[in-house]
């Protein structure tokens, strides 16, 4: 097989939704009619223009722009080469993480996701689902639902599910960019209108739905809700995740911010002034995402420039290589870690104390 020896690049996934934009800008330009990825037999629009919720960057059918296996899907590849792609420590045949980048016009339904045990159990071949949001824009409307209010029963929640109208029991904030907001399995979430934000998640698409608000769909029918599984998993005492606090540190290329780790994933922030020198990992990927800013990849085979929305795999084969920005550039960095070597440690060197670690730790 040809060697997995160079950063990969991917083709992002158009998502239709009822409660997407019109306008992508600055990250992707308007994709074609027949980039846009079918929704279950059914497009979102207003008036005549398709409304696009989410962008894939890194779902199964995401296709490969270049390199050995150009042409072949990211789903192919992992099936094929395994640990080549995904680092020695990756042992499932599926990539590691599903990312992508959500935008809304509207509340998103109330939702819940299961973890692992449960899904494995009652959705037999799928996975839980952990994930995470850093914001990247919110109107200063814009509002997120996070977590039951004190004293709300699951009984009360959903009497309320059942009527459309939950909003008022649950915890309400206003997002700001640059937060950073982890979601566990079992805690209740609805995104507003108003934001942007990027999402790292298992590689799993398992929802609960809970109350889309007396909301109808596409076919202009009510949304199927998920009452008994939904109700099954909520952890009603869980906290709001919200507004992790910053660990940042100064390199040779700009700032490295250490945005949060947990078994599922990890997410850093670069922000590169000058050229940065990395070099990938045997033991897992490492994927790119740029957020803005233009430049090149640079590798010993040769450079391809990078711009917003372009998001690279950087197998461990891919070895040295550098990053080396045209504009000021400022790009998400996810894998699977080793929480305490890629993460605890690192932080610990450069005089982060424990108490201000855990703090973007999670088990």
Request: a neutral charge; glycine letters at 8%.
């Amino acid at each position: 097989m040809p060697k997995l020896n160079t950063p990969l690049k991917l083709s992002p996934i158009f998502k239709p939704k009822i409660w997407g934009l019109d306008d992508l800008s600055p990250l992707f330009e308007w994709p074609d009619p027949e980039k846009i990825a079918d929704d279950r037999g059914a497009s979102a629009q207003r008036g005549e223009k398709t409304l696009i919720g989410e962008v894939w960057i890194t779902d199964e059918s995401s296709r490969i722009l270049n390199g050995s296996v150009a042409g072949l899907t990211l789903g192919e590849v992992s099936r094929k080469y395994r640990s080549e792609l995904n680092g020695a420590n990756w042992k499932d045949r599926r990539f590691p993480i599903l990312s992508k980048y959500i935008f809304t016009s509207d509340w998103l339904s109330l939702q819940v996701h299961p973890d692992d045990k449960y899904a494995r159990k009652h959705d037999p071949g799928n996975l839980g689902k952990c994930e995470m949001w850093y914001i990247l824009h919110a109107e200063p409307e814009a509002e997120i639902l996070l977590g039951l209010k004190p004293g709300t029963t699951l009984e009360e929640l959903r009497a309320a599910c059942e009527r459309g109208q939950s909003k008022d029991l649950l915890y309400r904030f206003h997002p700001k960019a640059g937060e950073v907001i982890f979601v566990p399995p079992g805690t209740v979430h609805a995104l507003g209108p108003g934001i942007v934000l990027f999402e790292a998640e298992e590689h799993s698409d398992m929802t609960y739905r809970l109350d889309d608000f007396g909301r109808t769909g596409l076919d202009g029918k009510p949304r199927p809700l998920h009452l008994d599984k939904g109700f099954g998993v909520i952890k009603s005492e869980a906290p709001p995740l919200r507004n992790l606090p910053r660990r940042v540190v100064h390199e040779d290329f700009g700032l490295h911010r250490y945005v949060l780790a947990c078994p599922y994933f990890a997410v850093e922030e670069l922000r590169l002034r000058e050229t940065g020198h990395f070099k990938s990992s045997p033991e897992h990927m490492e994927t790119l995402s740029i957020v803005a800013g233009e430049g090149r990849v640079e590798t010993a085979a040769g450079w391809m420039g990078y711009q917003p929305g372009h998001t690279w795999v950087i197998p461990p084969g891919a070895e040295a290589y550098r990053i080396a920005p045209v504009e000021k550039t400022r790009i998400l960095k996810f894998y699977v870690p080793d929480v305490d070597r890629d993460f605890k440690r690192p932080l610990s060197r450069r005089g982060f104390k424990s108490e201000q670690i855990k703090n973007i730790l999670f088990s």
